[in-house]
């Protein structure tokens, strides 16, 4: 395969991510009047982890979505690599930001394979072989070379969120968005998903993690944001969020899901 | 047993169905076809556009395609056939010459289309959001996703209604005749039922009956094989599987494994 984009390939499968700076400022999300984010201010730094905590309705994934504009921001600015992308194309912008879902949202006709080769073919242009190599190598780098022609509905969700995890890094994203990418999964299928999540981030990928997995945060975050009612209440390291809550919300929180 | 041969001799008169046989079969047969499948496939093509406007976000593009729907559903077909098919002869003539068969098709397609584009919309409806959802974050247009994601499952998911709306086309298509078609354009009903008038015995009909039937009823059958077909699918054996080895999975394939 070859060197493209943002990523480097070191060693045989070892490969190095070179994630963007990711800048929320003054966001806000309205779905029409009711402003469900209100004005989240956000910096990721290149290649660290950000994970967002928070009870649900939250605004969480309202918020995520305002970062690759599936949610259009009302107000506020979002900056990847330092410079705005409000003006952007959006289907540019998303090009260069991959998004794992809650449900996979694989496409249940195509194979695993295809499922990761379709956006580099199709959205990219790549060609056809080269599509298919890109595919290759994503899958085999999340676990799946043997499953590579087997359907969706033939994995286990565990291998089926990898499989996802593999379609959004075969656009070579500067930045991965991952929405409770762990909760509609069996307890066991759990820790091979964020296995690969803290493999990723260990590997230089900038990642936001909308997450209820606690541990995770704690373990893998660079920083943890925990959201309420639409807003970010506390932001900081996870030692700072988990052992030294600043707030009442954030102190309920934690002692209703640790 | 008078009733018997009463019988036999109305519907199933041998002779008169083996003199009307060569003709049901060369003409009648071939344009309840003809007439069918052409109005069959463009339905389909128009009944595509017809869907995809129908789900539009814009309320201007969704509207027509409402209205041309509920007119061509909601009237009788036989009144659309006979106002297309009279109506329009004017126009037609200029076009096709004056065989009113071109008219026929189209009327056909009027009707099959509309209720063909319910389907596939009811089919692209189907699928879940996150299909849509899961092609824009990747980049991809609105069009795109469509043609490349959505559109497809949909319309897998409704062949069974598909091939049932065939079905109500080739029935359908008996009513043409209202239209006088010329001899050699006539389809089994006429076929059948000039016979029936010209020898005053009903077995001509019966005949073109049977066919309508060979016609229809292993297509009702297709259509729950493909539904079973479409529901189950053909799997992948994959033998036994462990979610306890998914961790491992990750560990054998790839040299990195030295987060947490
Ligand atoms: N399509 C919608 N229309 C109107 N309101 C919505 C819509 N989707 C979400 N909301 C509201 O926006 C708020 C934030 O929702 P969001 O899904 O972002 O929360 P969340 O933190 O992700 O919650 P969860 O943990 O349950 O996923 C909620 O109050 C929800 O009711
Ligand atoms: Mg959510």
Known sequence: MSTIDNKTTTAADEVVYEGSSLELEGVTLAYGDVEVVRNVSLKVAPGTTTCVIGPSGSGKSTLLRGINRLHEPKSGDVRVAGRSVLKDKPDELRRRIGMVFQHFNLFPDHTALENVALAPWKVKGQSKAQARQVAEDRLREVGLGERMD????????????????????????????????????????????????????????????????????????????????????????????????????????????? | MEFLDNLGRTFFDVEAMAEVLPHLLQTGLVNTLVLSISATIIGVVVGMVLAVLGISPVRWVRAPARIYTDI????????????????????????????????????????????????????????????????????????????????????????????????????????????????????????????????????????????????????????????????TGRRKPTGPTSGLKEVTELEDKKAVGTAS
């Open chain 2, 72 to 231: 061509f559903r909601g009237l009788p077909e036989i009144l659309t056939i006979l106002l297309i098919g009279q109506g329009f002869y004017w126009l037609s003539q200029d076009l096709f010459g004056p065989s009113p068969y071109p008219l026929g098709i189209i009327a056909l397609s009027l009707i099959s289309s509309a209720y063909i584009g319910e389907i596939f919309r009811s089919g692209i409806q189907s699928v879940e959001k996150g299909q849509m959802e899961a092609c824009r974050a990747l980049g991809m247009s609105y069009g795109r996703a469509m043609a490349l994601v959505v559109v497809p499952q949909g319309v897998r998911r409704v062949l069974p209604a598909l091939v049932n709306q065939f079905i109500s086309i080739v029935k359908a298509s008996s009513l043409v005749y209202f239209l006088g078609l010329m001899v050699g354009e006539r389809e089994l009903f006429r076929v059948g039922q000039d016979a029936a008038v010209l020898t005053g015995n009903l077995s001509p009909l019966v005949l073109a009956g049977i066919f309508y039937l060979i016609i229809t009823v292993p297509l009702t059958h297709l259509v729950n094989f493909i539904d079973q077909r479409f529901r």
């Open chain 1, 150 to 258: 087997h359907r969706p509905r033939d994995l286990s969700g565990g291998q089926q969120q990898r499989v996802a995890i593999a379609r959004a890094l075969a656009m070579h994203p500067e930045v991965m968005l991952f929405d409770e990418a762990t909760s509609a999964l069996d307890p066991e299928l759990v820790k091979g998903v964020l296995r690969l999540m803290a493999d990723l981030c260990q590997r230089g990928m900038t990642m936001v993690v909308v997450t209820h997995e606690m541990g995770f945060a704690r373990k893998v975050a660079d920083q943890v944001v925990f959201m309420d009612e639409g807003e970010v209440v506390e932001a900081g390291t996870p030692d700072d969020i988990f052992d030294n809550p600043q707030s009442d919300r954030l102190r309920t929180f934690l002692s209703e899901v640790l």
